[in-house]
């Protein structure tokens, strides 16, 4: 979800190409995931309702194994932290 706000914010809002207004965000979908992935942020229009798309492309973040496992429970004994 983060990488999804990232993404948004490096877009920017664009202008409508009718009103010369900054368009509103609308949403974000994921259009493509391999090769390389690929975010589509839709906006619209607050006057005349004009829907444009704006892709994002960015690289995907790999988290290596030893950092996703750790201790579930923390075994107290003694009021002292067992080790």
Not at 8 to 19: E, M, R, S
Not at 52 to 80: E, N, S
């Amino acid at each position: 979800m983060k990488r999804l706000k990232d993404s948004l914010g490096q877009v920017g809002n664009p202008t409508c190409p009718n009103c010369r207004i900054a368009m509103k965000w609308f949403r974000s979908e994921l259009v493509r995931d391999n090769p390389a992935t690929m975010i589509a942020h839709l906006f619209v229009c607050p006057n005349c309702k004009r829907a444009q798309r704006q892709d994002t492309d960015f690289t995907a973040v790999i988290v290596p194994p030893d950092h996703l496992t750790g201790p579930r429970f923390q075994i107290i004994d003694g009021g002292k932290q067992a080790t």
